[in-house]
């Protein structure tokens, strides 16, 4: 397994030639499964993502539910009573994973308050560029023949 964290810093910092190479090119490794994540994959140029046996599927990560939370929170926080964790459930719809991992630093470690954390990091969250179109470096959708759901 190559795994290629932020592959869209990879490509900006290093260029996409030796990717390729390693993709499908002279160096081709066999036998491996080549996973790749980014949080910007609009940023990607189409002949990465839109080419059959690069990188066959494209898998948006929502946010976890109540009940992924609930049991983030239950594992992270284990002493926390039921309502105090329902608490925590509710002001977290929304976050990402990352986010839910932020808030337990915010409150517990830094002592902000729960509810206000919670909408500092929804708010940071609203400013990253949106991924809710997975396209070409140009912007333009893929076609849904390379989009394959997981």
């Given at each position: ?34 996973l ?18 690069r ?30 964790l ?31 954390a ?7 969250d609203r400013?990253?560029p ?16 390379n989009?394959?759901?997981?």
């Open positions: 397994v190559c795994v290629f964290e932020d592959i869209d810093a990879i490509i900006k910092e290093y260029g996409d030639a030796e990717l390729l190479q390693i993709l499908d090119g002279n160096a081709q490794i066999d036998k491996v499964v080549n790749a994540s980014t949080n910007y994959p609009e940023r990607l140029d189409r002949r990465i993502i839109a080419r059959p046996r990188f066959d599927r494209l898998i948006k990560i929502d946010p976890p539910d109540a009940a992924l939370r609930e049991a983030f929170f239950a594992r992270k926080l284990p002493a926390l009573p039921p309502a105090d329902a608490r925590w459930v509710a002001a977290s719809d929304g976050l990402p994973f990352a986010g839910l991992t932020e808030l337990v630093i915010s409150v517990e470690c830094l002592g902000h308050e729960l509810e206000a919670a909408r500092t990091l929804r708010e940071l400013h990253t949106s991924s809710d179109q997975f396209g070409g470096a140009d912007g333009t959708p893929l076609p849904e023949s989009h394959r759901p997981a």
